[in-house]
């Protein structure tokens, strides 16, 4: 993936007027099926994983919370974020700690930057298989859980993984400006949505029909995660 083609953060709602209909329902069906899974099957999964970005502390402060919550998650995964962001924090135990940490056993920080969603997909896919994780949860801010998810996704099936993944949307509100940019989530989504469209015809993030396809597996696997919470 190369940063430097990527869209700009904040895009005007006009400027999707180059996308069909068509390419534009599949997001929405895609952000639909995503965030309606039931996020109660987060306190009930092998890791939480939280991506950074954006100057955006609250996605740590929120997994940090849930993390110390749940004694029966046994990993926390930090994907570490882009240093040519102005708000970039080098992520390190004692960061953390400071965000409220205790339990640190179980807990792996991603060491090398990570200029991209893409890269911090590639280090949470080696976590995956390092530490043999049977599921996850992704904490990530709302507007952008979607890119994550289908990015993290993209990455499982090019590797033949399987595995739930649950998306945790960060309790932040849509109006809150995020530090890098002043932009609040309202006026980030447009972007989002024309990176994952323009991601998608690069073979970055997950289409339509592997969301769909990866769906009927999770729900006809395990669905008693889902409904019930038994793993």
Same mark, same amino acid.
Do not use: C
């Given at each position: 993936?190369?940063?430097?083609? *990527?869209? @700009? ?5 006009? #400027?999707?007027?180059?996308? =069909? ?6 997001? %929405? ?5 995503? %965030? ?7 306190? /009930? ?5 939280? *991506? ?8 740590? =402060?929120?997994?940090?919370?849930? +993390?110390? *919550? ?23 135990? #004692?960061?953390?700690? &400071? ?13 090398? @930057?990570? &200029? ?6 590639? +280090? ?10 049977? &599921? ?22 090019? =590797? ?8 945790? @949307?960060?309790?932040? &509100? @849509? ?12 006026? %980030? ?32 696997? /395990? ?9």
């Amino acid at each position: 993936m190369n940063p430097h083609k *990527a869209a @700009p953060r904040v895009v005007a709602q006009e #400027d999707l007027a180059g996308f =069909t209909a068509g390419q534009l329902a599949g997001v %929405l069906k895609a952000l639909t099926v995503i %965030l309606t899974l039931p996020q109660s099957a987060a306190d /009930h999964v092998d890791a939480l994983v939280v *991506a950074t970005g954006q100057g955006e502390e609250w996605r740590l =402060t929120h997994a940090i919370r849930n +993390w110390e *919550a749940n004694p029966a998650l046994r990993y926390l995964l930090v994907a570490n974020g882009n240093p040519d962001e102005e708000t970039y924090v080098e992520i390190t135990l #004692d960061y953390l700690r &400071s965000l409220g940490l205790r339990r640190t056993d179980g807990v792996h920080l991603q060491a090398e @930057p990570a &200029s991209n969603t893409g890269l911090q997909a590639a +280090w949470i896919v080696d976590q995956v298989q390092a530490r043999r994780i049977a &599921s996850l949860a992704l904490a990530v801010s709302p507007y952008h859980l979607a890119r994550v998810y289908l990015t993290v996704l993209k990455a499982f099936t090019r =590797t033949g993984i399987r595995l739930p993944m649950i998306p945790l @949307p960060v309790a932040v &509100s @849509p109006d809150t400006p995020v530090p890098e940019t002043g932009a609040t989530a309202y006026d %980030l989504v447009p972007g989002e949505i024309t990176r994952i469209l323009n991601y998608m015809d690069n073979g970055w993030v997950a289409t339509p029909e592997e969301v769909q396809q990866y769906l009927q597996w999770l729900w006809s696997h /395990h669905k008693a995660l889902l409904v019930t919470g038994r793993v």
